[in-house]
């Protein structure tokens, strides 16, 4: 069964910083591209970031370049999202999601930005 775990998500202070992770299990982790998106109430998922099943050329949105990395360990099936620089504007539930020509998502982390 596949599965794709969440985890480093909570609640940080405006221009503080979190890094949240993304386990995978069950899939040849190495073959997947990795994204990362966001939701809040009342709006679709959008995509944060994203890294070919490669690595190389890295995807992120407007809103967060230069703020946000992804990266990825085909050895530890994991892949990363370190967050700088957060403003409230960031708060939002996380979703990894693993694509290849079946995608699968993962059950999200919540991130509050708030002081």
């Known amino acids: 069964q596949v599965q794709l775990v969440e985890s480093g998500g909570g609640l940080v202070q405006p221009g503080g910083s979190l890094r949240l992770s993304c386990a995978a299990s069950?899939?040849?982790?190495?073959?997947?591209?990795m994204g990362w998106y966001r939701q809040t109430p009342g709006n679709q998922r959008e995509l944060v970031a994203g890294i070919p099943a490669g690595g190389g050329t890295t995807t992120y949105a407007d809103s967060v370049k230069g703020r946000f990395t992804i990266s990825r360990d085909n050895t530890k099936n994991t892949v990363y999202l370190q967050m700088n620089s957060l403003t409230p504007e960031d708060t939002a539930v996380y979703y990894c999601?693993?694509?290849?020509?079946?995608?699968?998502w993962g059950k999200g982390t919540l991130v509050t930005v708030s002081s």
């Open positions: 069950a899939i040849v982790f190495r073959f997947y591209a």
């Open positions: 999601k693993a694509g290849r020509t079946t995608e699968y």
